[in-house]
């Protein structure tokens, strides 16, 4: 059987795709760097426009592709297999040019438990260097002789000391590790960074952040951000969780809106323990309740697939444009 070349625009170049090969099985073997990131069809990261040709695409979760979507000729990278040579358009035009990745080492500053299953890790660089990085990307972490696992930065890209928030995952193999025994001086390999998921700087309308349990990540680094440039731009945060000890960083996040002109953070509970004051619900349905129109806003969503789902159903069924919904779907694979 013969290969299909695949054409990249933004890219200018061309993969040979081998049979039964995906397209982004091709480019890594070719060394070309498109975005990626679970490689199981999961969470859309390797989305791109298939401008011509024809792919059969493998199973997939329809989180990462919506049925619309295959209508109007977006696949996944990862899960296409050429039938035919083929013509590529990378979806996202603000995204930086792929660059190779950053290997630094660091050592655990502090790590803090603020929940049962979250812990707060902040890392020291040897280098004295700021790990460059966009509000709202991640990055993969080694601690020790431990396995990779990706993480997103908590903090804003000026800073010198690094965050990331690690939720231990029942039965995984690497975070309830982290979670229970990680301590301070412990070494850290970080390698990054990765992700499409960031604020966009050049757009200065509305922002709404969606961020389901450590989803709380990469919307705090872009709060933050957002806080130390005095920004304009109204900013709408919904917080999900399931219960009220699952709740953390609220203190901090409620002094970071009230310093934003026109902001507001609400706190949802979807599985409260007990009566509460706080909303409750999904945060799906908070956004439904509470808007009427998203035309014109960027929406950053970060958290479990469901979430993820439900809310961008909401956003696009009320006006917002796909191209400004930036979705970083923390999916959990085997042995996490």
Request: aromatic share 8%; charged share 25%; hydrophobic share 40%.
């Amino acid at each position: 059987m013969a290969s299909y070349p695949v054409k990249i625009q933004q890219l200018d170049t061309t993969v040979e795709v081998e049979p039964n090969e995906t397209v982004l099985d091709a480019a890594l073997r070719a060394n070309v760097n498109i975005p990626y990131d679970c490689r199981s069809g999961v969470c859309g990261t390797c989305k791109c426009a298939l401008i011509s040709g024809q792919v059969h695409m493998d199973d997939y979760l329809e989180v990462a592709l919506e049925p619309e979507e295959v209508e109007q000729g977006f696949i996944l990278a990862c899960r296409s297999r050429p039938t035919t040579s083929c013509e590529i358009q990378l979806l996202d035009t603000d995204a930086p040019s792929p660059a190779p990745l950053v290997e630094e080492t660091a050592r655990v500053l502090s790590i803090q438990r603020p929940t049962h299953d979250i812990a707060v890790v902040k890392l020291k660089f040897d280098r004295d260097i700021n790990f460059a990085f966009k509000s709202g990307q991640y990055a993969g972490i080694r601690f020790g002789e431990l396995d990779e696992r990706y993480f997103s930065f908590a903090n804003c890209p000026s800073d010198n000391v690094a965050e990331f928030h690690i939720r231990s995952v029942p039965g995984g193999k690497v975070s309830p590790v982290i979670y229970e025994t990680l301590e301070a001086g412990s070494k850290a390999i970080v390698r990054g960074p990765r992700g499409l998921a960031y604020l966009r700087e050049m757009h200065q309308g509305p922002i709404v952040l969606c961020a389901g349990g450590s989803g709380l990540a990469p919307v705090a680094s872009i709060l933050r951000m957002l806080a130390l440039t005095g920004s304009p731009r109204k900013v709408h945060l919904y917080f999900g969780v399931r219960a009220e000890e699952d709740v953390y960083l609220e203190e901090e996040i409620l002094r970071l809106v009230e310093s934003i002109d026109g902001a507001d953070a609400t706190i949802v509970l979807s599985a409260p323990s007990g009566p509460s004051e706080r909303r409750t619900g999904f945060l799906a349905q908070a956004l439904d309740d509470d808007f009427t129109d998203f035309t014109g806003v960027k929406a950053y969503l970060c958290g479990p697939p469901i979430m993820i789902e439900t809310c961008r159903r909401v956003l696009l069924a009320k006006g917002l444009d796909r191209m400004d919904c930036h979705s970083d779907v923390f999916w959990t694979p085997e042995s996490r």
